[in-house]
Structures are given as structure tokens and as C-alpha cells.
């Protein structure tokens, strides 16, 4: 079955801490592979993308995520976070169909100073 | 202004009764899509729209109508609005091209009493 699976559903950090978000996706969805933001009360803001070629993607704000064919992960990194990162994130893959995505549950990044 | 809109924005509604939430994009986008947010469950497909006059059911169809007259237009009506209904509703939409990603909406959080 196709699945986007979103190891931790909540991670506090500290501000200029490092953090990973991660995800794990099924290999049965292709691999156009996505990470959101969603700040509160707002509407979900497309971060990165991954669709082929380097393995590393930078996105906005200072994220970048590394897709990992053999593990089948697609991990979400950001260097020092700052407090305005605290969010919910979502990971999702192209369903092959309809244009659809797959959503992982979300993990809720909580920067605290 | 460019973009996807929803409205209204929020909404409080009895049971029973009937409400649509609207969504807009400028785009011309072929593909729309309602999600419903709830604790826990992250975002679900409710429908979607391939062109105008094109619509098919998610993840969770039930309770729900929509239609399709035109192509930067999809609203969602809940026929008779249950208190399971009450949650926050994200429109979305997606060009034909790769690599499908989706835009969001700024939600409509609809509370049903």
C-alpha cells in the first residue's frame, strides 16, 4: 500500500539548535516527494521538492532534505532553527494518479528559546 | 490578486443545515482538491477535480457534494451539516505538469453546533 510515514509527530528544540524531521515513504509511491509548512492559522506553503537528480534539495528558509533511495527516506534538516520555524511540517509523495499526494501525519516543530 | 482563495474564512453553522465553502484560483490550474485538517488524522481527500465538469470522491466523500462549472471554481457544499464536520478545510490546486505539487488555500475553519 502506498504510505507517507512521519516518524515523530512532535520535536521541541531549542532556538539555533539543529533539528531532522523525518520521513519514511512506502516504494510503491513515485518518487516526487514533498515537504510542507503549515505556520498556525495559515494554509500549507510548499518548503522543498525532490524530483529527480541531486539527492540533496535546498529549500526556503534555510531547510534543506536529503532523499535516500535504499531507505526509502526523505528527511527534512535545517542547520539552526529559529523561533518563526515553529510549525507543523508535512512530508508527501506523488500517489502516480490524479494528480494526488500522499500526506504524512504531520510533525509538530516547536522552537523554544 | 493572483492565487487560490477560500471563503468565508470561518464559519459557524447549525446541525442540519446546509453551507458551501468556496475556493477560487487564478491559475487556471486543471486540478482541484478539498481536504478536511483534524487532530490526528493530518489531511484527508474529500474530492477532487480533474477539469471543470470532472469531480471524484477521496478519501471521505460522505456528507459532501461539490461541483465543477468552471474551471477556476470548486465549491464544497455539506448538505446537512453533522458536528463529525466541524474542521478545518483547505482547498487546493495542481497544473497538469510534473511535478504536481499542490497549492493551498488559507482554510475555512468551520464550526458546526
Known amino acids: 500500500a502506498q504510505s507517507v510515514t512521519q516518524l515523530d509527530s512532535q520535536v521541541p528544540v531549542f532556538e539555533e539548535a539543529p533539528v531532522e524531521l523525518r520521513c519514511n515513504y512506502s516504494s510503491s509511491v513515485s518518487v516526487y516527494l514533498f515537504w510542507y509548512v503549515q505556520y498556525p492559522n495559515q494554509g500549507l506553503q510548499l518548503l522543498?521538492?525532490?524530483?529527480?537528480?541531486?539527492?540533496?534539495?535546498k529549500g526556503i528558509n534555510g531547510f534543506e532534505a536529503e532523499f535516500n533511495k535504499s531507505q526509502t527516506s526523505f528527511h527534512l534538516r535545517k542547520p539552526?532553527?529559529?523561533?518563526?520555524?515553529?510549525?507543523?511540517?508535512?512530508?508527501?509523495?506523488?500517489?502516480?494518479n490524479n494528480r494526488k499526494l500522499i500526506w504524512g501525519l504531520g510533525t509538530s516543530l516547536a522552537v523554544n528559546p | 490578486d493572483a492565487g487560490i482563495t477560500q471563503s468565508p474564512r470561518y464559519k459557524i453553522t447549525e446541525t442540519g443545515r446546509q453551507v458551501t465553502l468556496m475556493c477560487h484560483q487564478t491559475w487556471s490550474h486543471s486540478y482541484m482538491?478539498?481536504?478536511?485538517?483534524?487532530?490526528?488524522h493530518g489531511l484527508r481527500l474529500i474530492y477532487y477535480s480533474a477539469a471543470a465538469d470532472i469531480t471524484d470522491k477521496g478519501e471521505v466523500p460522505d456528507g459532501y457534494v461539490v461541483s465543477r462549472s468552471k474551471t477556476e471554481n470548486f465549491p464544497l457544499t455539506l448538505e446537512s451539516a453533522t458536528r463529525s464536520q466541524t474542521s478545518v478545510?483547505?482547498?487546493?490546486?495542481?497544473?497538469?505538469?510534473?511535478?504536481?505539487?499542490?497549492?493551498?488555500?488559507?482554510?475555512?475553519?468551520?464550526?458546526?453546533?
Open chain 1, 48 to 57: 522543498l521538492k525532490y524530483l529527480s537528480g541531486s539527492t540533496l534539495v
Open chain 1, 80 to 96: 539552526s532553527v529559529h523561533i518563526s520555524d515553529t510549525a507543523e511540517y508535512f512530508c508527501a509523495a506523488y500517489a502516480g
Open chain 2, 33 to 40: 482538491f478539498w481536504y478536511r485538517q483534524d487532530l490526528g
Open chain 2, 89 to 113: 478545510y483547505f482547498c487546493a490546486s495542481s497544473a497538469d505538469r510534473v511535478p504536481y505539487e499542490q497549492y493551498f488555500g488559507p482554510g475555512t475553519r468551520l464550526t458546526v453546533t
